[in-house]
């Protein structure tokens, strides 16, 4: 009888860790940690989430003095207006000055981002930046700006923005959190596969 109680008590356990892998690893995974960040050159904005959640940060952490300027990165959807231009006319709005926006409206995806806001930050002779994104894009927009910024001497760090839905710890509760941490951990895997950032 002790015997049986031991062995149902091991399975129950391994039960545990496996449910805790599954349902916890694939957060832990895609954010990153996130520790304060530091003043620097420039704060890069990309676009690609809807709440605008990585605007809004990004214009706080300028706001806050962390940054000297900011890049706003993303191209159109539609060929017509530019995310860029579209949250460089919110920034004005919200009090940013025009002369501390730089624009990057030609990224369609995180490679793109990453290779033309390297080309913005080179041309001001800007060395480090602050990257803002989604926690659920940070680790796959990290990998993909490092490799990117290679060699340029560009200090930069990712700092996630809050997001209103998803959460490393409770992703898989939604359809659409759910749906965002498939989409990424299938172009991480991708990239790890590959060596390859398109």
Same mark, same amino acid.
């Given at each position: 009888?002790?015997?049986?109680?031991?062995?149902?008590?091991?399975?129950?356990?391994?039960?545990?860790? &496996?449910?805790?892998?599954?349902?916890?690893?694939?957060?832990?995974?895609?954010?990153?940690?996130?520790?304060?960040?530091?003043?620097?050159?420039?704060?890069?904005?990309?676009?690609?989430?809807?709440?605008?959640?990585?605007?809004?940060?990004? &214009?706080?952490?300028?706001?806050? *003095?962390? *940054?000297?300027?900011?890049?706003?990165?993303?191209?159109?959807?539609?060929?017509?207006?530019?995310?860029?231009?579209?949250?460089?006319?919110?920034?004005?709005?919200?009090?940013?000055?025009?002369?501390?926006?730089?624009?990057?409206?030609?990224?369609?995806?995180?490679?793109?981002?990453?290779?033309?806001?390297?080309?913005? $930050?080179?041309?001001?002779?800007?060395?480090?930046?602050?990257?803002?994104?989604?926690?659920?894009?940070?680790?796959?927009?990290?990998?993909?700006?490092?490799?990117?910024?290679? *060699?340029?001497?560009?200090? $930069?760090?990712?700092?996630?923005?809050?997001?209103?839905?998803?959460?490393?710890?409770?992703?898989?509760?939604?359809?659409?959190?759910?749906?965002?941490?498939?989409?990424?951990?299938?172009? $991480?895997?991708?990239? &790890?596969?590959? *060596?390859?950032?398109?």
């Amino acid at each position: 009888m002790a015997s049986f109680v031991a062995a149902l008590a091991r399975v129950l356990i391994g039960a545990a860790v &496996v449910v805790a892998v599954v349902l916890l690893g694939p957060g832990l995974v895609l954010d990153t940690p996130q520790p304060a960040p530091p003043r620097s050159d420039a704060i890069v904005v990309i676009s690609g989430d809807e709440q605008m959640a990585r605007f809004l940060e990004g &214009v706080n952490l300028y706001q806050r *003095g962390l *940054g000297q300027f900011l890049v706003f990165s993303g191209a159109a959807y539609d060929n017509g207006t530019s995310n860029a231009d579209v949250m460089r006319d919110l920034a004005v709005k919200r009090g940013v000055p025009d002369r501390a926006i730089l624009e990057e409206p030609f990224g369609e995806d995180t490679w793109g981002n990453a290779v033309h806001t390297r080309q913005v $930050l080179e041309a001001h002779n800007l060395h480090s930046a602050i990257l803002v994104t989604s926690p659920y894009h940070a680790r796959r927009a990290k990998i993909t700006f490092d490799a990117a910024y290679h *060699g340029t001497g560009i200090e $930069l760090m990712v700092h996630a923005a809050p997001d209103s839905q998803w959460r490393k710890l409770s992703w898989w509760q939604q359809p659409e959190t759910r749906r965002l941490t498939f989409t990424e951990l299938q172009k $991480l895997g991708y990239i &790890v596969a590959t *060596g390859q950032y398109h």
